[in-house]
Each structure stands twice: as C-alpha cells, then as structure tokens.
T-cell receptor, first 111, second 114 residues
Framework: NAGVTQTPKFQVLKTGQSMTLQCAQD?????MYWYRQDPGMGLRLIYY???????DKGEVPNGYNVSRLNKREFSLRLESAAPSQTSVYFC??????????FGPGTRLTVT | KQEVTQIPAALSVPEGENLVLNCSFT??????LQWFRQDPGKGLTSLLL?????REQTSGRLNASLDKSSGRSTLYIAASQPGDSATYLC?????????????FGKGTLLTVNP
C-alpha cells in the first residue's frame, strides 16, 4: 500500500515549456487535490476533484489544467511554464470530506 | 474569505516539556479542522481531524481541541521528544459548497532540544 505517489520528484523547466505532474493513490479515495506550497504563502489549493469525472478550481488555478484520468489518477499540467510557478507541488486524496493524505511532493523550478 | 493564523510561528522547548500550539480561524462556519505535521523536504502527515460537532480528538501524546464559536483550536503535545521536531500545520474546511477546500495556516516550526 503505497498511499499517494507523485512523479517526478524534481523538475527544472525553462520558461514556456510544458509538463505534466502525475499523481496516483491506491486507497480507493473518491477525492483528489493539487496544492502548491511557497515560502511565506503556505499551502494553496490549485484544483480538486471531488469524485471521478468532476474537477473544480481552487484558490490559484490560473496557468494550470487538470485531468482526473480515473479514480486512482489525477494529473496537473502546466501548458507554458512561468518563473512564478516555481514551487513545491503536493497531491492529496481523501475519502469524501474526511482526512486528506498527501504525497511526497514535486519540486519544480522554472528558469 | 477564511483566514487561518497559527501562533507562535516558531517554538523551541527542552525535551519532556508539555506544549500547546494555537490555531485561529476567522469564519466559524467550518466543516472540520485538521492538524498536520511536515518534516523538512517531505509531504504532510495527517495527525488529527476534528469534525465541527466535536470538541476534541486524541491520538497518543497528541490532543486537539476545537472551539468553533470562538474560532480557535489548540494542539497539545505531552512529554515532547526530539522526534516531534517538525512544522505543524492547521487547516480548516468550510461548510457549504466549498467544503472540499482546505485553508491552511502558515505553520508553527517546533524544535525539541535533547
């Protein structure tokens, strides 16, 4: 039982490049989330998926897109990366509105 | 807009001491409140979740209380150990249509000295 896994662990992009962050959970959770964590700003919700087939914007969705591929997987895409998207990205999952379980994070640097 | 504040921002204590971390929130219409621990360079680990109808939750040496009407929660750690050193984060979800959204405080950095 791996919990929540994220790939890659580290990534460096040039401005304008695109990439997809992958997240998978094996806990049969309905809901999945993407957060970013920045010094002095704390954790902020980018997008979430309350259940398979639905996605909704969080606090800071601009510049990102998401796909809930199936119940296990929720990906985050940066279409044209900007230096302001340099951050640590966390995926999380929960059974409905109960405890959220977090992955280990992806450290992204955009130059 | 919900805002979550954690005081103090940093705390250093000797091993064995009991301590209290504080969390306050501006909108009392919450669905639940969750306490997390984050070790440097790692993800978040859920410690305790308190539903809005509950007053407290306990897990081992940890006890979290919730006073919804005053917008406050505390995390009590008994007999602290060096392994408790980490950043502790408080997060709330609001009731109503946005209850999937967690609003986080900026955390309290705890150092327990041997």
């Amino acid at each position: 039982n791996a919990g929540v896994t994220q790939t890659p662990k580290f990534q460096v992009l040039k401005t304008g490049q695109s990439m997809t962050l992958q997240c998978a959970q094996d806990m049969n959770h309905n809901s999945m989330y993407w957060y970013r964590q920045d010094p002095g700003m704390g954790l902020r919700l980018i997008y979430y998926s309350a259940s398979e087939g639905t996605t909704d914007k969080g606090e800071v969705p601009n510049g990102y897109n998401v796909s809930r591929l199936n119940k296990r997987e929720f990906s985050l895409r940066l279409e044209s990366a900007a230096p302001s998207q340099t951050s640590v990205y966390f995926c999380a999952s929960s059974y409905r509105l109960y405890e959220q379980y977090f992955g280990p994070g992806t450290r992204l640097t955009v130059t | 807009k919900q805002e979550v504040t954690q005081i103090p921002a940093a705390l250093s204590v000797p091993e064995g001491e009991n301590l209290v971390l504080n969390c306050s929130f501006t909108d009392s219409a919450i669905y639940n409140l969750q306490w997390f621990r984050q070790d440097p360079g790692k993800g978040l680990t859920s410690l305790l979740l308190i539903q809005s109808s509950q007053r407290e939750q306990t897990s081992g040496r940890l006890n979290a209380s919730l006073d919804k009407s005053s917008g406050r929660s505390t995390l009590y750690i008994a007999a602290s150990q060096p392994g408790d050193s980490a950043t502790y984060l408080c997060a709330v979800s609001n009731s109503g249509g946005s209850n999937y959204k967690l609003t986080f405080g900026k955390g309290t950095l705890l150092t327990v000295n041997p």
